[in-house]
């Protein structure tokens, strides 16, 4: 039965455009091998497509990625014809894997190329969402945290935070205030 293919995006986790990068992260998924599945997936009556893409992989060795992003989006548009949804999140460093030790995107820096994004690929069959890069930054301080982590976090529910994992409930002004009043540089770790 294929009726839900009618409503439903195909989900391709691509991470990063670069074959080079993707084989850094563990994914194959060439740009020619994605457009032959897609222009497959459209026969089968497939419109839509939603990927997937991390910025501030280490993996880059500190090139800008955005451009590549949207270089890579447009032409499997261009290619497919298909309506593309984007998620774009910022990479967050993980204990007890090869990037651990990492640097981290800020929350300005991560917001600056999200929007250079979602602006380049503000045509019509594009549409951009993203992950709260002050949620990613959030994240980032407690996967990898320590007892100053552990305090801020013990903080910030003193102070009346709760089920911050969604965004539309998290405090964001106590978590604000929180990290302004760190005696260290949660951003930079």
Known sequence: NVTGVQTC???????????????????????????????????????????????????????????????????????????????????????????????????EQALDKIMFIKRSLADRGFKVNYHSPFLSLLEGMVSRGDERAGELVLKAFKAGARLDAWEEHIKWDIWRGVLKEAAWDVEKG
């Open 9 to 107: 995006a195909l989900p391709i986790s691509v991470e990063t455009p670069k074959h080079e990068w993707q084989r850094g992260v563990n994914k194959q998924a060439p740009l020619d091998r994605t457009i032959a599945i897609l222009k497959e997936a459209k026969m089968r009556g497939w419109k839509k497509a939603k990927f997937y893409f991390m910025i501030g992989l280490p993996v880059s060795g500190g090139q800008d990625e955005t451009l590549p992003i949207v270089e890579f989006l447009k032409e499997v548009r261009a290619e497919t014809g298909m309506r593309v949804n984007v998620n774009v999140a910022a990479f967050i460093p993980k204990p007890h894997t090869p990037y651990q030790w990492s640097a981290q995107l800020g929350e």
